[in-house]
């Protein structure tokens, strides 16, 4: 597949940003009707500043008519798989009767040809184990992708050419991106809209969904394990402090001390609640203060490093850098009209 284009280029230029982003979610037998809601209202509820519509949201299917689902129901999907081939992002939810796709890692050949309707240069995104329909399409071979914690052993078994990643929430491989189990769906589809827009569009999306607009750690933290003794308190309130004072240097004892919790202790709880290490946590959040400051203000990037926590222009470039990709200068270019959207900085 060839890279993925930005959704004001991907129309060829002939409507320019006023045409919204077709995006096409494709309806399995089998599929599982909640995945399929998750992108229709995340991407549904995303509008401009103007309140237009960001993306035109199409529901298809193998063959149009009558889909079943995993529920007592059945959907009726008026669109076949021509639908997939005016998308400029194609959404797989999962499915429960993926046959062969599931079993043998093979495409059924009524699927094949519905796929061969996806231009080249379309975004692909899977949701839970819709990841096998893009893996046995040989999207994902060489890839890094995830999907289900429960699946990713047969999954990385059954697709040995895909690079799994059984602990995170979802990946962003460029064109083509792929989600764990059920809810992370909407994680992913809040980070296409908050790549796409920006911070302020997405986290609009979030809050009319009543859902956090970013998620911490990864689905390590939904992996079922031992309970832990009842006794034994959470990690929240040393977050909360750690929020409050990003700024600032923040050390683990500092942490662990807000819990009354040894280190070593704070450090295992924290790992076992969120799903990454307290450090990791810490840089995380720092990024995501930095992205909003640099859509949202006119701070200068130093100003912006020091309020992010990271101290240094350098520092906050390299932390950016490895997360996003761009330095802070090209990320707030081009974020710059979601920041328009949001009151200027009084500072």
């Known amino acids: 597949?060839?890279?993925?284009?930005?959704?004001?280029?991907?129309?060829?230029?002939?409507?320019?940003?006023?045409?919204?982003?077709?995006?096409?979610?494709?309806?399995?037998?089998?599929?599982?009707?909640?995945?399929?809601?998750?992108?229709?209202?995340?991407?549904?509820?995303?509008?401009?500043?103007?309140?237009e519509r960001l993306y035109e949201v199409t529901t298809c299917s193998v063959t149009a008519g009558q889909v079943g689902t995993d529920a007592d129901f059945s959907i009726l999907v008026a669109r076949g798989p021509e639908a997939l081939a005016a998308a400029d992002t194609v959404v797989v939810p999962a499915s429960y009767e993926l046959g062969p796709v599931y079993e043998e890692g093979r495409l059924t050949p009524e699927?094949?040809?519905a796929l061969r309707h996806v231009r080249p240069g379309t975004r692909l995104v899977s949701i839970c184990t819709g990841g096998y329909v893009l893996a046995a399409a040989g999207y994902l071979d060489g890839r890094r992708a995830t999907t289900h914690w429960s699946s990713a052993e047969h999954f990385a078994a059954l697709f040995p050419a895909v690079d799994v990643d059984p602990d995170v929430l979802f990946i962003d491989d460029g064109d083509v991106l792929t989600s764990a189990g059920v809810a992370a769906g909407i994680d992913l589809c809040l980070h296409i809209v908050r790549g796409d827009h920006g911070s302020a569009v997405a986290n609009e999306v979030a809050r009319r969904s009543v859902v956090p607009p970013h998620r911490d750690g990864g689905q390590a933290q939904y992996i079922k394990r031992p309970m832990p003794e009842p006794q034994l308190a959470?990690?929240?309130?040393?977050?909360?402090?750690?929020?409050?004072?990003?700024?600032?240097?923040?050390?683990?004892?500092?942490?662990?001390?807000?819990?009354?919790?040894?280190?070593?202790?704070?450090?295992?709880?924290?790992?076992?609640?969120?799903?990454?290490?307290?450090?990791?946590?810490?840089?995380?959040?720092?990024?995501?203060?930095?992205?909003?400051?640099?859509?949202?203000?006119?701070?200068?990037?130093?100003?912006?490093?020091?309020d992010a926590g990271?101290?240094?222009?350098?520092?906050?470039?390299?932390?950016?850098?490895?997360?996003?990709?761009?330095?802070?200068?090209?990320?707030?270019?081009?974020?710059?009209?979601?920041?328009?959207?949001?009151a200027p900085s009084t500072r």
């Open 1 to 51: 597949m060839g890279t993925y284009d930005s959704p004001q280029e991907h129309d060829g230029g002939q409507t320019g940003a006023h045409r919204p982003h077709r995006v096409a979610i494709l309806a399995l037998t089998g599929v599982i009707p909640f995945e399929l809601g998750i992108p229709y209202r995340i991407f549904g509820l995303a509008r401009g500043p103007g309140g």
């Open 111 to 113: 699927l094949a040809a």
């Open 234 to 306: 959470t990690t929240t309130a040393a977050r909360a402090w750690a929020l409050g004072r990003l700024d600032r240097p923040i050390q683990l004892r500092d942490m662990a001390a807000q819990e009354s919790m040894s280190v070593r202790t704070f450090t295992r709880r924290f790992r076992e609640e969120v799903g990454v290490s307290p450090g990791q946590w810490l840089t995380q959040q720092r990024v995501e203060r930095a992205r909003h400051l640099l859509e949202s203000t006119d701070l200068s990037v130093d100003q912006v490093a020091r």
């Open 310 to 342: 990271f101290g240094t222009a350098a520092s906050m470039r390299q932390h950016l850098q490895a997360v996003l990709g761009v330095s802070p200068t090209v990320y707030r270019r081009t974020f710059r009209a979601s920041a328009a959207q949001e």
